[in-house]
């Protein structure tokens, strides 16, 4: 089972991965699920779900098929490109019903669009959107509580870079099958890609320490044999811890 979220930004686009390859009653490994296809033109960046030799098939199809389509090229262009391959995959009997994929598409300076494969149906993304757990319960709650709190829209790259973090933990902490480090991809207006590859430990950490605070509130806020100097003494400490991740996680959020 893989974990993959995309978040279509202001200022670019965001995809987050897990790292674990699960082969059903056998194995597991561990390796990039985010692959890179990029010219001086336009500039592709997928994760999948699903069988990953099907992907690799996909990805090689992929490239050929681009390096015989002519400038100048365009979002919806290389969007049809996909579709086209994943039909071709289908007529090979590959079966691209078991394969999903989130797509990042960038022409420098001009257009961006994230585009979401189920099989053979692409269909563009307005916001956000994820991969490779079914219909989660958890992935759609917290995907829409994300979605729902933003007071500026869109999120700015940095910013839902943190947010996909905190949703591919969950997923690592409670689906069977995602683990592993936790793979950033940005792809920027411009087409310049930025990665972070296994560099958020310690905001999952964070993450995970604010929770804990939430929960000793919550805890006490049912429980009426709580005194108030208790309840308060257990406030104060989410919002110390609050404030004092706050500010660090901002600072590389805008930086």
Known sequence: MTIGVGFLCED??????????TWPHSHKYYECKIYEHRTSEWSMINTFAGDPDLVKSFNGKFRDAMSKVKPPHTAAQIQDVIETVLSFLDVLDANPTELWMLCAIAIPNTEMRLVRTTGKIVSQVP????IGVGDSSLLRHLGQLVMMVQH???YRANQAS????YLVLKAKAFIEGCGGDTDVYILRSNGHLEL????YYNTE???LRIESKIKVV?????????????FDKALAELVRVLKEDHHEIQDRMWA
């Open 152 to 154: 500026y829209k869109p």
């Open 162 to 165: 943190m947010l996909g973090v």
């Open 196 to 199: 972070d590859s296994g560099g």
């Open 205 to 207: 950490q964070k993450l």
């Open 127 to 130: 916001d956000y959107s994820y």
């Open 12 to 21: 670019g686009i965001v995809l987050c991965a897990d790292t674990q390859i």
């Open 218 to 230: 919550a805890s006490c806020f049912f429980d009426k044999r709580i005194p108030d100097a208790e």
